[in-house]
């Protein structure tokens, strides 16, 4: 079963943290990285740039209307991802529960099944 | 010799092969991987060069070599090569019991059931760790590093390469089973996502269950799973239109079922059930015999259908086999017994908010003349389920009823 692993960050609370916790999430992450990969299950993974630095697209009456920043003005922003292809619901937030993010005040990252996919997987 | 016949030449000899290695140097491991590097060999030089003679002999010599190279180049088992050289060679027939005990060795209790798959369909079924990969919708590199760790487990169990004795065994061949069901499963409906046929997967299953089967004729749970299995996927042309919309059992062409496989599965089904043992695969595929014997829906024989969910309760509780049983309750009872037997499940923690419950429930409140509940359950249903097909079916159902409410 795949599930998306999604952090949402807080880039106040991430500002708030020292040097040493932030490098310990960098850390986290590359051991969670490596343990994903040994065992089989990372897909993939990726991170997003600050939110700031967004584009919303909007289309009406056939034409794009751009503008600067996210979409929904918020404290938490998505910031990155974890695709994984694991045994069950329940070892997937195992999984979840070992994100450094997840152990932050402020901050928490969300399960959901995959649905469909493609492209990504094409032989 | 075609191509296509010389890839299932290839995966009939895996199994073989790697049986023959593995009793003749312990160490699955590199066995494995030996065997794998020949069968690559095969697939590239026999279209081209032709089949050698004694094609097994040919794989057995050029695995032995590839394992031999192998580990000569790693210094670390030096050791071990000089041991496994010091034992007495067995002899180079297969050993009827080699397919099984590969079985068991991949479907070892050390691993999750993901590995156990994965393994087994590479060690027995002679698939390309490729192929495993695109048939589980997943990079080959990650299906690379769960084959590769499933192995380490297995030796650092210290398992060996033989079929265990007693209660063991009888443990052991239920593991087999429910794996080769797992993979006959995703073959049939994706666990996720909209393609509804992954049928190389399902006739991989099939394949491998007849290979039990032909090991063990007379365990009334292999006949039943391969049964099951025959009985099912007879189905499958019938079960989904070009679009690949579901089409539930009772508004499926009938004229479109398999005929031979459900002669072959109601066969198995029938020799089976005059055996002693009735166990839990025998019972669904006596099942999916009784369906098959319907030959309109509303021919079918639901008081049998119920009366072996019944036992089927009985041997193997579970609130999936009381869901079916109350679908087919429904239909000799009526759409209120069926719902009555259904709030017994409310309180079940395992089916809390399941797509399954919700979905029987709305189709026994749509027979009830409920269409308002029936359909806000078959939209829950919906957003419940992680199948594309089962979503875009549920929904359906629910909009079917929304222009039959009074407005």
Redesign the interface.
């Known amino acids: 079963?795949?599930f998306l692993i999604s952090m949402h960050i807080n880039p106040a609370v991430l500002d708030a943290l020292t040097d040493e916790e932030k490098a310990a999430i960098g850390a986290g992450h590359g051991q969670f990285i490596q343990a994903l990969?040994?065992?089989?299950?990372?897909?993939?993974t990726q991170a997003l740039v600050d939110p700031s630095q967004a584009a919303v697209v909007r289309v009406r009456n056939g034409q794009p209307a751009v503008t600067d920043g996210p979409f929904l003005e918020a404290k938490e922003y998505l910031g990155g991802f974890y695709l994984i292809?694991?045994?069950d619901k329940d070892r997937a937030i195992e999984l979840a529960a070992q994100v450094p993010d997840a152990a932050i005040e402020g901050l928490g990252v969300e399960v959901r099944?995959?649905?469909?996919?493609d492209g990504?997987?094409e032989? | 010799m075609t191509t296509p016949a010389i890839e299932d030449l290839l995966r009939e000899l895996t199994p073989q092969v790697l049986g023959v290695l593995v009793r003749r140097h312990g160490q699955f491991e590199g066995c494995e991987d030996a065997v794998q590097e020949a069968i690559l060999a095969a697939a590239v030089q026999w279209p081209a060069e032709g089949v050698p003679g004694n094609p097994r002999g040919w794989l057995v010599a050029v695995a032995s070599r590839r394992l031999i190279d192998q580990v000569r180049s790693d210094r670390a088992r030096r050791e071990r090569e000089s041991a496994t050289a010091a034992e007495p060679a067995p002899g180079d027939v297969p050993g009827s019991d080699d397919t099984l005990a590969l079985l068991f060795l991949c479907c070892h209790p050390a691993l999750t059931a993901a590995s156990q798959t994965a393994l087994t369909l590479r060690a027995v079924g002679g698939l390309t760790t490729a192929e495993i990969a695109r048939a589980f919708l997943v990079p080959e590199a990650t299906m690379a590093a769960r084959i590769s760790r499933a192995k380490q487990r297995i030796r650092a169990a210290g398992s060996s390469f033989a079929v265990p004795a007693g209660a063991e065994r009888a443990d052991r061949l239920r593991v087999v089973l429910h794996v080769l069901y797992l993979i006959f499963n995703e073959g049939y409906t994706a666990s996720a996502g909209s393609d509804l046929h992954r049928a190389d997967l399902a006739r991989e299953a099939i394949r491998l269950a007849r290979l039990v089967h032909a090991e063990l004729p007379a365990d009334g749970e292999v006949s039943g799973l391969l049964a099951l299995m025959l009985l099912t996927h007879a189905r499958h042309e019938a079960r989904a239109t070009p679009a690949g919309d579901l089409i539930p059992l009772e508004e499926q062409d009938r004229g479109r079922w398999d005929r031979a496989l459900i002669g072959e599965g109601t066969g198995l089904v029938c020799a089976a059930l005059a055996g002693p043992a009735l166990g839990p695969y025998l019972l669904q595929a006596a099942i999916a015999a009784t369906h098959a014997d319907a030959a309109t829906a509303a021919q079918t024989n639901w008081r049998q259908v119920h009366a072996l969910y019944l036992i089927l309760e009985r041997i193997a509780p579970n609130p999936m086999v009381t869901l079916n049983r109350a679908i087919a309750l429904a239909e000799t009872e009526g759409p209120l017994a069926g719902l009555a037997l259904l709030s017994a499940l409310d309180g079940d923690e395992r089916m809390a908010g399941h797509h399954r419950l919700l979905s029987v429930r709305a189709h026994l409140l749509e027979k009830a003349g409920d269409p308002a509940g029936a359909r806000d359950h078959y939209r829950r249903a919906a957003r419940a389920t992680a199948s594309i097909a089962e979503q875009r079916y549920l929904q359906s159902r629910a909009s079917r009823l929304r222009t039959r409410l009074p407005p």
Do not use: N, R
């Open positions: 079963m795949q990969k040994e065992s089989g299950e990372l897909i993939t292809d694991c045994e099944q995959v649905m469909f996919a990504l997987l032989a």
